[in-house]
């Protein structure tokens, strides 16, 4: 038995109402359309086979749809066909076609193509979106997706500069629309390429800004414990500085000049600090002496006898001199 006619199979699918086999297509009207325009479809691409199948929406929904699958040839004999699956919407025609570029690992879709996502091969052209009946059908659509493959290739090869095509002047509305569409796509993709070069030399402008932004902080803060240390010193040095200009003011008074006194009245000494500074120094000078009269008796500028003599009596003055100043500095004193 020879296999049904296009025609054949698809009236009997759009009649058939056996609950797993029956489609989602519900008003007879519809189901008149849908056969016109893919009888039409098929009469001027006969490559394209009509067939049914379940079809899931992103939402999750399952519906039997019709569709129809087929491939186009673009451009030139050496560029690659395209393989697309058309599927009818339940709700079709009022709602556009589902359209999907079949993927393959041998020709995958490049990745910046205005009109087909490289991940699904969902198509979403300008004519989809647009999309409005009764002006738009199947037909259309397909001639719109060749002038569209046309210019850029789904495939990953380098497409024809559209430049060489036909003039602009001379194209339709819609393939206008498509060009435009497209090279604005483009350029939306080099912007958001050359945008985010940006944005990664501006973060890392930022993270510098932030690294010295610290160190400037932490320079403003040790800065600020200096000036603090300053501060504390510049209040000492005041106090210091009143504290001689308090002692100017008391001894203004006296002559201070080398020659007229002695460097011991410049001080305020009391008596027990005097007499220790006395003895003190009687001290040192007997030390002196006898410094000296071991020195003459070592050249023989003294006999021994006188040596003793002196050295007996120095030493029991520099024994008293050194007990007085033993005995004042065990009192309290006042500078």
């Known amino acids: 038995m020879a296999p049904p006619s296009p025609k054949e199979f698809i009236e009997a699918a759009l009649v058939a109402t056996t609950t797993p086999y029956a489609l989602s297509y519900t008003d007879s009207k519809q189901k008149w359309v849908i056969l016109r325009h893919l009888l039409s479809l098929l009469q001027e691409f006969p490559g394209f086979k009509p067939s049914a199948g379940r079809f899931m929406h992103n939402d999750g929904t399952e519906v039997n749809l019709l569709r129809a699958t087929g491939c186009v040839h673009v451009a030139n004999s050496t560029t690659p066909t395209i393989p697309l699956v058309i599927w009818l919407h339940e709700n079709y025609p009022q ?12 020709t995958p879709i490049h990745r910046h193509h205005p009109f087909v996502d490289n991940t699904t091969g969902a ?3 300008p004519y989809i979106l647009t999309w409005k009946y009764p002006p738009c059908n199947l037909s259309e659509l397909l001639r719109n997706l060749v002038q569209i493959f046309t210019i850029d290739h789904p495939f990953s090869y380098t497409p024809t500069t559209p430049a060489c095509l036909t003039h602009p002047w001379l194209v339709s509305t819609k393939e206008a629309l498509d060009r435009l569409v497209g090279m604005l796509h483009y350029d939306m993709v080099a912007l958001r390429a050359s945008t985010s070069d940006e944005i990664e030399k501006l973060s890392l402008l930022q993270e510098e800004l932030k690294r010295r932004d610290r160190f400037i902080t932490s320079m403003v803060a040790e800065l600020g414990e200096e000036r603090m240390r300053l501060e504390e010193r510049v209040k000492n040095w005041a106090e210091e500085t009143d504290r001689v200009e308090n002692w100017l003011r008391v001894n203004d008074g006296r002559s201070l000049n080398a020659r007229d006194v002695e460097i011991e009245d410049a001080f305020e000494m009391d008596e027990t600090t005097r007499a220790r500074l006395e003895s003190s120094a009687a001290d040192l000078a007997i030390e002196e002496v006898m410094y000296k009269l071991d020195k003459a008796l070592e050249h023989e500028a003294v006999s021994f006898d006188s040596y003793i003599k002196q050295v007996r009596s120095l030493a029991r003055q ?8 033993m005995a004042s500095t065990s009192s309290p004193t006042s500078v």
């Not at 709602?95 to 041998?106: N, T």
């Not at 520099?318 to 100043?325: A, T």
């Open 95 to 106: 709602k556009a076609p589902l359209v999907f570029v079949s993927l393959h690992l041998m």
């Open 123 to 125: 198509t979403s052209p």
């Open 318 to 325: 520099q024994f008293f001199h050194r007990c007085n100043e």
